[in-house]
């Protein structure tokens, strides 16, 4: 990413805690600040882009709470929804007007009382992409986050009569790449999109070093959902650890840039039969020995869905490796304790789930170290990039921290779809002794990921797999 974007970027950060400092001062902290939805960094007469939706959610005998987007102000689109009450304004979800059609919706916040009773709070919404364009502070659209951030006062809006159950469908906004090995070829997928969108290129980083680029394509047309974008055979590039980089371009031509590590071996093959530890510490895969599967579990430890997933785990005598988020841990030693006697092993995953690739030193060690000493005897030197965000820097600092970097070789995106059907057979079709299975026990609702895993363990169990804990 060019320099002048960070510091922008960085300037942009400074104003709005400026901005929340003064809206947020001791006179209006003073006011409980009531139920509703507000947009951070966009117009809602007129909104484009990536904009941060921001709300409050909070009730005597809260539950949860949910946030829709009503298209035409009827057909629910759901966007997100959370476990904890939100007392003051943060952060609900982020919304891609992109991938909606323009004209006038509203956004409804439900909060959920213990009985199941709701209220309902409505902020109209008009988007408008096509008359959208110019300057955008936004950053790149990343999975959603529930992390409070500060914010204006949301306009509390009258509930109104319930309307029907919302469909839980999601959509793809991140930017990035993936990779699927189909017979001797890979398939490149990916999604490259931004509100000034120009063009996306896709180059190969040979030992991911920018000075040795193997241009590989490029398009000139918005990618709004993941589709494959071209196809590479690994049989006509050298072995070693390389990278894939997917270049999105925009505005006056700044970029954005996602690096993908890619493993390629001494006989051709692709990511998912590649090989363990490289120069970088990079894994992409265990060993096979045994019909070993690696279970891998990010995000959490989650105080309810955690324990469900241990509980899965013990039905089969299946060990995982839990890449606990620091932030998440502090407050749950005794859960930790509890996964660390069942033979569980935990990982790192960063204090605050933040990209590591070309962070600094000073950054990686706040991120690294916080959550390491959170950990204590329990933790392991193995480290989740969150992500999957991999650079040269995240590479060397690892490396002088003698941390491990766990990637993984079958991502089912149980983030993504959260059909149980789904995630199971995107794991039961890809999966091959070695295989590091990228799962998800925090961040959002993982009741699909619970479901599929007894599927997973009983199919996999069944064909004779083991499944071992990497790290421990
Ligand atoms: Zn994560």
Redesign the pocket.
């Known amino acids: 990413m060019p320099r002048r974007i960070i510091a922008a970027r960085r300037v942009f950060s400074l104003l709005l805690f400026c901005l929340a400092s003064l809206i947020l001062s001791p006179t209006t902290q003073a006011q409980s600040p009531g139920n509703g939805l507000t947009l951070e960094n966009g117009d809602a007469a007129a909104a484009y882009g990536i904009v941060s939706v921001l709300g409050v959610a909070d009730h005597p005998t809260f539950r949860k709470w949910q946030l829709d987007l009503l298209l035409n102000s009827t057909e629910p689109a759901f966007l997100a929804f959370g476990e904890d009450p939100i007392p003051s304004p943060g952060l609900l979800s982020t919304l891609d007007t992109s991938l909606y059609p323009d004209g006038e919706h509203q956004l409804r916040l439900r909060v959920v009382h213990s009985n199941l009773n709701y209220d309902e709070y409505f902020l109209p919404i008009h988007i408008a992409n096509q008359s959208g364009g110019g300057e955008n502070p936004a950053t790149p659209p990343q999975p959603a986050q529930t992390a409070p951030q500060p914010a204006t006062v949301p306009t509390p809006v009258p509930a109104s009569a319930p309307a029907p159950a919302a469909a839980m469908a999601r959509t793809l906004t991140g930017n990035g790449l993936s990779v699927v090995a189909q017979g001797d070829s890979l398939s490149v997928r990916g999604v490259a999109n931004h509100p000034t969108f120009r063009k996306w290129q896709i180059d190969l980083l040979l030992n991911g070093d920018p000075n040795q680029a193997v241009f590989l394509g490029v398009g000139e047309e918005r990618v709004t959902a993941e589709r494959e974008l071209l196809t590479l055979s690994p049989a006509d590039y050298p072995p070693g650890s390389q990278q894939l980089r997917l270049r999105v371009v925009y505005g006056r031509l700044d970029y954005d840039e996602y690096l993908t590590p890619l493993a390629i071996g001494s006989g051709g093959m692709g990511v998912s039969t590649l090989s363990a530890t490289t120069r970088s510490r990079l894994v992409t895969r265990g060993p096979g020995a045994g019909k070993a599967v690696y279970l891998t579990f ?2 959490g430890p989650h105080f309810r869905y955690t324990p469900q997933i241990l509980e899965v785990l013990a039905e089969y005598d299946a060990k995982a490796t839990f ?1 606990v988020v620091g932030r998440s841990a502090q407050n749950q030693g005794e859960l930790i304790k509890k996964m660390y006697d069942a033979g569980h092993a935990i990982g790192n ?1 960063s204090w605050n ?1 933040s990209k590591l690739g070309s962070a600094d030193w000073d950054t990686f060690e706040k991120e690294v170290e916080g959550t390491e000493q959170v950990l204590g005897g329990y933790g392991s030197h193995c480290l ?1 990039p ?2 999957g965000d991999v650079g040269p820097n995240l590479l060397a600092n690892a490396d002088t921290a003698g941390y491990s970097l766990i990637y993984w070789t079958v991502d089912p995106l149980d983030w993504l779809n959260q059909n149980p059907e789904t995630i199971a057979s995107r794991v039961l079709t890809k999966v091959q002794p070695g295989s590091i299975v990228l799962l ?1 026990d925090g ?1 959002d609702n993982r009741t699909g990921t619970i479901e599929a895993l007894g599927t997973i363990l009983a199919t996999l169990s069944a064909e004779g797999y083991t499944f071992p804990a990497l790290c421990r």
Request: hydrophobic share 10%; glycine share 10%.
């Open positions: 990010d995000d890449f995953h789930h989740r969150p992500y998800h961040g």
